[in-house]
């Protein structure tokens, strides 16, 4: 599939971490930190799949549980998984309070400050809470206009429940917004259900697409955006 240049978004709607904020870089960060302490020598790589495992897992079971409850279990259990003797209490609370600090990619900000300047509206969609994703959020200068979290919306991605939150939050219907993400476990399979449109950042790591979806596009970096839209005569701003 391809964009259609005639059909330029008014709202632009970013997944967070993986696409705009580095969240394997600094869950990983997180355990290396855990593991010294507890004596254990931990494959950072399998702790990313592990951890994503576990938290999906909660994520899919009801009732819903906030995010901050989810990644205090998720992350510990994960640690277990790969032989880390982890303490659920202290090391699940020093995940979810790590993850606010957590930063932009390197050319996040310059990315969302040429959309922003092309009169792009720019929100973002993440199974995350208010309060945790806050600190993340204040890292981006300014430049996000609408911030929609898995607890406001009571419902984790790819649930459709979030992103009729979105919707109505944002005053849209899906032919006016363009989907930019990380995950194919989550986001494309939102995408492929709800029949938006989708752009992959594919920053290399284990996830895969899915074997029944193809997204409109897919870039390794988010100055794919920046390098295709002029292209597409998105970026005029009359």
């Known amino acids: 599939m391809a964009l259609d240049p005639d059909r330029r978004p008014e709202w632009l709607t970013f997944d967070c971490y993986g696409t705009l904020i580095q969240w394997d870089e600094g869950l ?3 355990a290396a930190d855990v593991s010294a302490k507890r004596g254990g020598n931990i ?3 399998k702790l990313v799949q592990a951890y ?3 938290e999906g897992e909660l994520e899919r ?4 549980k906030e995010f901050r409850v989810v990644a205090g279990k998720a992350f510990p259990a994960a640690l277990k998984d790969l032989g880390v003797n982890a303490n659920e209490t202290d090391d699940g609370k020093a995940l979810v309070e790590a993850i606010p600090t957590f930063g932009p ?3 996040t900000l310059d990315t969302l400050a040429a959309l922003k300047a092309a009169r792009f509206k720019i929100a973002i969609i993440s199974n995350s809470d208010d309060d945790i994703i806050a600190g993340n959020v204040a890292q981006l200068g ?3 206009d609408q911030v929609v979290t898995a607890q406001q919306a009571r419902a984790y991605k790819p649930s459709r429940l979030i992103f009729d939150h979105a919707l109505t939050k944002l005053g849209v219907g899906y032919d006016r917004l363009l989907h930019i993400c ?3 476990a989550l986001d494309h399979a939102a995408a492929r259900d709800q029949q938006f449109r989708c752009v992959w950042i594919n920053r290399g790591t284990y996830r895969k697409p899915l074997a029944d979806y193809e997204p409109d596009q897919t870039f390794r970096t988010l100055t794919g955006l920046t390098d295709l839209f002029p292209k597409l005569g998105w970026m005029n701003v009359s």
Do not use: H, I, K, Y
């Open 28 to 30: 990983q960060r997180v």
């Open 43 to 45: 494959d950072l790589a």
């Open 52 to 54: 994503d495992q576990r």
């Open 61 to 64: 079971n009801a009732p819903f």
């Open 105 to 107: 990619f390197p050319e």
């Open 142 to 144: 300014g430049l996000v």
């Open 182 to 184: 990380a995950s194919p």
